[in-house]
């Protein structure tokens, strides 16, 4: 079955802690994206790749990491998390057309930073 | 930048069509004007994308005016499951994809 893979799909966790939520996709998508869906702001993207090691900034990039060492997995890494980093992540795919913006979504990670 | 805009919610009764619009007046001549649909702790979900005139499909229609500065998704003769928020996605011509804050879609018995 085609799809998006996230995990963990629930985490609570304290702040500083380094944590890292994985993504994998089996539609061999070239195009892979995470985004943070915060009540009242809609989802606002994080980082973007557009193949293995090609990775750019979104709209809020700060505090986060990413990595595209293979062409499947799209790992967010947050290195020192903190309170304002709560929130409903999701990663997504897309195949090589970027310009179609037809994305496959993940099923969310919920994140909870005391 | 691409962004988009939306109104923030609607109310729609049972069997009602559905008329939500979007602006995007920075949209790239080359992109195209996608729909999402998302249920509440759910991933966005692809309902239709154009890039001009009208596109129908078993699920809604789009229709994009000559300019493209703006789209409206029709949702003929809605149901209570069709209670979501809708969203309007064009890519900015940096790669990225951009998300309005949505647009609160709920049906009415």
């Known amino acids: 079955e085609a799809q998006v893979t996230q995990n963990p799909r629930y985490l609570i966790t304290v702040t500083g802690k380094k944590l890292t939520v994985t993504c994998s996709q089996n539609?061999?998508?070239?195009?892979m994206s995470w985004y943070r869906q915060d009540p009242g702001l809609g989802l606002r993207q994080i980082y973007y790749s557009m193949n293995v090691e090609v990775t750019d900034k979104g709209d809020v990039p700060e505090g986060y990491k990413v990595s595209r060492k293979e062409k499947r997995n799209f790992p967010l890494i947050l290195e020192s998390p903190s309170p304002n980093q709560t929130s409903l992540y999701f990663c997504a795919s897309s195949p090589g057309q970027i310009n179609t913006g037809e994305l496959f979504f993940g099923e969310g990670s919920r994140l909870t930073v005391l | 930048l691409a962004k988009t805009t939306q109104p923030i919610s609607m109310d729609s009764y049972e069997g009602q069509e559905v008329n939500i619009t979007c602006s995007h007046n920075?949209?790239?001549?080359?992109?195209?004007i996608t729909w999402y649909q998302q249920f509440p702790s759910q991933g966005p979900r692809f309902i239709i994308q154009?890039?001009?005139t009208k596109v129908t499909n078993e699920v809604a229609s789009l229709f994009i005016p000559a300019d493209r500065k703006s789209s409206t998704l029709s949702l003929p003769r809605v149901s209570l499951s069709d209670t979501a928020v809708y969203y309007c996605?064009?890519?900015?011509?940096?790669?990225?994809?951009?998300f309005g804050t949505g647009t609160s879609l709920t049906v009415i018995p």
């Open positions: 996605l064009v890519r900015s011509p940096g790669n990225q994809f951009y």
């Open positions: 539609m061999n998508h070239e195009y």
């Open positions: 154009g890039y001009k």
């Open positions: 920075n949209i790239a001549t080359n992109d195209y």
